[in-house]
C-alpha cells in the first residue's frame, strides 16, 4: 500500500516538491522506486486477472464446445 502512494504522489508531483535532493542519484533512486511499486502492481493486477475472469471464461469455452459435441 505504500508502494501505491509513494506512485501517486509521485505522478501528481508532491514526492519531488517535498523531498530536498542534494543529488540527481537519490532523485534516480526515488523514480525506480516508484518503477518497482508500478511493476509490481502491473504483476499482481495481472495474476488476479488470469486466477479469477480469464478461468471463468476459459471455462465457459470449454462447457459450450462439450455441449455442442
Known amino acids: 500500500m505504500s508502494q501505491i502512494s509513494v506512485a501517486l504522489k509521485y505522478l501528481e508531483g508532491e514526492v519531488i516538491s517535498n523531498i530536498g535532493f542534494e543529488d540527481k542519484e537519490s532523485e534516480m533512486m526515488v523514480g525506480i522506486k516508484i518503477l518497482e511499486a508500478q511493476e509490481y502492481e502491473r504483476k499482481r493486477i495481472a495474476r488476479d ?6 478461468q471463468y471464461v476459459a471455462s465457459a469455452v470449454m462447457r459450450i464446445d462439450f455441449t455442442k459435441r
Open 49 to 54: 486477472i488470469h486466477d479469477g475472469p480469464a
